[in-house]
């Protein structure tokens, strides 16, 4: 009895403070998406219920191209900002204690992105390279690892040691120690730490708009230079559409993996 | 007992193998910073000392003036205000996001991925589109003035945008998950037992909280905040939708000097300074971290 | 500061060295730029191709296409959202792989300026004669040396007239609105635009570089900030036609997408005049296709081509040819397309300011930022 009802009291309001979170979040969202089906040209007229811009969406190959461009960029600078950053992050807790280079490590997520997208610029410029995708994905790079850096540092305080020194003992090599004790310990703060990276690099406009190539536009950059006409549906449509994928690609995994290898 | 030479030999391998560990965790990292941000910030950092030309690009004669420049009241105004606005947002954040956190490591273990990625999807559709959807709900014509004269709450639509306020709300939004992801990360690893054994000894909760749970995750905390504080200040994108212009920040003037003013001399100044501050905002924060990380483990 | 450059000498030791290393990058870029010899007309155009730098949905969608089948070369249409933009990545120093921009007559003089344009080959776009005569003797690029004109237009307030229930006729309507409208006006934040009612309303030059004057400029934009919903650049006719506002300080074209929406909209150049602006085409020196970039120019004035083009962007041209096709067609629906060349050049060129630009930008932030 007793234990129950102390469950009971522990959960409910944590219940309402995620449905409290959630409406906040998603409501926008859904008015978004409602939007998307709007018959009119324009979010602020409402025209009757349309599948228009679905249409219009599918033949916009600029927006379709953009959107792989964003993915190819997304992608890669999640993979490579996770790995780099873990390791900074475990390198930087185990043996450095100078505020200077923790600072110097988080740093990248402190430049204003204009200035970090000019000086990138200046820096390709310097190097003759010709811009492409790559240029844009580098420069995701290192703003997302101090992100995951950060996140990964966050979760690492105490544990590491007494699981090092234990695993050592053991006599396991200081690098089986790091794959299969370390980076277990520490997937819940990969996972967030690449999660933010992605979503970081997803919808990073002002620094691709400077490292990009001319002919390799991400999606951030078609959609904030279609603004001149305003807003149209169409990306409200797009919206919808990667909502839903990636919903649907949620509940599968979550199907598909054993609820069970969390620590 | 082993030998003193032996200990030396071992003591000494070891050392040598720790520095290699060191390089190989925290060489990738730094050179890449090194050459990706230090490289770039340092070109434009030399841009400060020079003059912007009479059609913009620099003109190479070194001067002090874009120092003296950024001192003009009307820049430490936007400076505060941006300050100001960048903080409240992130004191809400932590309001909101704490919480949060804390209910979603509650969850069941096979539902916490979810709640972590549904937390993070909205921010998959693109900011600008999520920003107009603001504008969309809070607008004289909107959909929340709307309904609250439908339902005869009000009788006269509500100015809800284009205050502070409104800006305050587009950051929070847009950069809530920045502060949820850090904290659930530290949070979840906190035992619960911990909770219970405090309780066993008298604890109150809420002395169970600030004394265990808080020092415990003031590393998610700091991160959290930092996330939400600093790209909050350099936004300005939000003060220009739904400020409607009529709100400053540090950002947008920082972009005006570079792309409006084409002063790139005095841009770099403004951004150094800005940097400058949060670099040494980064560094005490290290410090204090450590205070409450030696503190927790005693 | 002194402590921080170090002595005299200090200073100067810092300083070269960092115009070194500045002067370095823009070494290396420029070494790596095309040869900017002299021009091939019989340039096999097949074998180039142009990237073209455009404010999105300011061309037809299918123009790359078009011009590909009819001319030859192959064309990427990349898009920036404002001048300042486009300006930055052109001005770096780093080789932005764009063959033709489009910007505004004052950026592309400051381009010319920084000598970042190849001249115009004018045996290379016969249609140049189809311009009016007085599209190329604009000030900021006389004779069209280094830019063609793609379009132009004048800047006014545009009004939904069952909202205002009066025809605005002056800048005073605007900067100082009724008390009804209060609250329902809105104007443009690039800062230009943004000084331009004033300046007018006061007698002034929109190029004016004159302290005393911008003074007083100021001092009434601080006062008709209180008055303003937002200053918007890119959503203002849509505000119109929710009604959200109900004038708003707009360029023709854009007021055209409003009246689209509802015929209720009307656009109005006020009595103290405006600003005549002019959307330009530039071929950057660093082009390797600088044929096939001139022959773009060239397939864009055909008198055809180009009447398809403005009634898909609803903008006037100073195409003549192209203008005697549809203007007066369009001009049914939208008034202000039957604008002459005569009406627009009343009013004022906008100029690059040179020196005086840092003093405009301070002045918009005192002004967007005051209480």
């Given at each position: 009895m007793m234990p129950v009802n102390k469950t009971l009291r522990k959960i409910r309001p944590l219940k309402v403070i995620l449905f409290g979170t959630f409406a906040f979040l998603y409501i926008p969202i859904f008015a978004l998406m409602a939007m998307s089906f709007n018959g009119s040209h324009s979010p602020f007229i409402l025209k009757g219920f349309s599948f228009r811009w679905y249409s219009v969406l599918m033949h916009d190959s600029r927006v379709i191209h953009g959107l792989i461009n964003t993915l190819i960029v997304a992608t890669g600078s999640t993979i490579l900002s996770s790995v780099l950053g873990t390791l900074l992050a475990v390198g930087l807790h185990r043996y450095t204690k100078s505020s200077f280079l923790n600072a110097f490590a988080l740093a990248p997520a402190i430049v204003p992105d204009i200035v970090l997208g000019i000086g990138l610029l200046a820096l390709y410029a310097l190097l003759s390279v010709s811009l492409g995708l790559y240029s844009v994905l580098l420069a995701h790079v290192v703003f997302s690892m101090a992100f995951v850096t950060a996140v990964v540092k966050a979760r690492l305080a105490h544990t590491d040691k007494y699981l090092r020194e234990a695993s050592m003992d053991l006599g396991a090599t200081r690098t089986s120690t790091f794959l299969r004790i370390t980076v277990p310990s520490l997937a819940p703060a990969i996972l967030a730490g690449a999660l933010l990276a992605f979503t970081l690099s997803l919808d990073e406009f002002v620094i691709a708009f400077f490292t990009n190539g001319p002919t390799t536009p991400t999606l951030p950059i078609v959609i904030y230079s279609m603004v001149r006409f305003g807003v149209t549906p169409e990306i409200n449509a797009l919206a919808t559409l990667l909502m839903l994928v990636s919903f649907t690609a949620v509940i599968i995994a979550q199907r598909m993996t054993r609820p069970t290898e969390d620590e | 007992m082993t030998s003193p030479i032996r200990t030396r030999v071992s003591r000494d391998s070891e050392k040598r193998r720790d520095l290699l560990e060191r390089m190989v965790l925290q060489g990738p990292g730094f050179l890449f910073i090194t050459i990706f941000m230090a490289t770039p910030i340092t070109l434009v950092a030399i841009y400060s000392i020079f003059q912007r030309g009479r059609f913009g690009g620099i003109v190479y004669k070194a001067t002090t003036e874009n120092f003296t420049r950024a001192l003009d009241p009307v820049y430490l105004g936007v400076l505060t205000d941006s300050l100001k606005i960048a903080g409240i947002t992130t004191v809400l954040a932590i309001a909101i996001g704490y919480p949060t956190a804390y209910a979603i490591a509650k969850l069941p273990t096979k539902w916490r991925s979810i709640a972590l990625v549904l937390v993070v999807m909205p921010f998959w559709t693109n900011f600008l589109i999520r920003t107009y959807s603001w504008i969309m709900l809070l607008n004289r014509e909107g959909l929340l003035n709307h309904a609250l004269m439908k339902f005869n709450i009000i009788h006269t639509p509500l100015d809800l945008l284009y205050t502070q306020s409104a800006v305050v709300v587009g950051l929070l939004y847009g950069y809530l998950p920045l502060m949820i992801l850090p904290l659930y990360a530290s949070i979840e690893r906190l035992d619960p037992q911990l909770g219970e054994a405090a309780a066993n000894l008298g604890a109150t909760k809420a002395r169970a909280f600030f004394s265990l749970t808080l020092p415990l995750t003031a590393s998610g905390l700091i991160a959290g905040s930092i996330f939400v504080f600093i790209p909050s200040l350099g936004n300005f994108i939000v003060p220009e939708l739904l400020g409607g212009g009529k709100t400053v920040m540090v950002g947008n003037l920082i972009r005006d000097q570079f792309l409006k003013a084409r002063d790139w001399p005095f841009g770099s100044v403004l951004a150094l300074s800005v940097i400058a501050l949060v670099f040494i905002f980064f560094m005490l924060q290290n410090a204090v971290e450590k205070r409450f990380s030696s503190d927790a483990s005693e | 500061m002194q402590s921080f450059l170090g002595t005299h000498g200090r200073k100067l030791t810092i300083s070269s060295i960092a115009a070194g290393i500045v002067l370095l990058v823009s070494a290396c870029s420029n070494s790596s730029t095309g040869a900017s010899g002299a021009l091939d007309p019989k340039a096999d155009l097949t074998k180039q191709s142009l990237v073209v730098s455009n404010w999105a949905a300011y061309n037809p969608p299918d123009l790359a296409a078009k011009f590909e089948a009819a001319v030859g070369p192959k064309m990427t249409i990349t898009n920036h959202a404002t001048n300042e933009e486009i300006m930055a990545k052109l001005t770096s120093g780093a080789d932005s792989g764009i063959d033709v921009a489009f910007v505004s007559g004052q950026y592309a003089q400051a381009l010319a300026a920084q000598g970042l344009l190849e001249p115009i080959d004018a045996a290379l776009i016969p249609n140049l004669k189809n311009l009016y005569p007085e599209a190329s003797k604009l000030p900021y690029d006389m004779g069209n040396k280094y830019s063609v004109p793609y379009t132009w237009g004048t800047t006014g307030i545009c009004y939904r007239k069952d909202l205002t229930g009066f025809d605005p006729t002056s800048w005073n309507d605007l900067l100082n609105p009724v008390a009804k409208l209060k609250g329902k006006t809105t104007m443009l934040a690039t800062e230009r635009w943004l000084m331009l009612p004033a300046q007018k309303l006061l007698g002034y030059s929109a190029n004016t570089t004159d302290a005393t004057e911008m003074d007083k400029v100021k001092a009434q934009l601080v006062a008709t900030k209180k008055t303003l919903l937002a200053y918007d650049d890119t959503t203002f006719y849509t505000r119109l036609v929710s009604g959200e506002a109900a004038m708003v300080e707009a360029w023709d074209g854009w007021c055209n997408y409003g009246i689209t929406d509802n015929k209720n909209i009307k656009f109005v150049i006020p009595k103290e005049g405006s600003d005549l602006w002019v959307d330009t085409m530039v071929i950057l020196k660093t082009s390797k296709n600088k044929e096939a970039a001139h022959a773009l120019i060239n397939y864009i004035l055909d008198p055809t081509v180009n009447s398809w083009v403005i009634s898909n962007v609803l903008y006037k041209t100073p195409d003549k040819a192209a203008m005697d096709l549809t203007a007066a067609k369009l001009g049914e629906t939208y008034p202000n397309m039957l604008m002459t060349p005569a009406d627009l050049l009343k009013q004022e060129n906008l100029l690059?300011?040179?020196?005086?630009g840092p003093m405009y930008t301070k002045i918009a932030t005192e002004v967007t930022s005051s209480k």
């Open positions: - | - | 690059d300011l040179g020196s005086s």
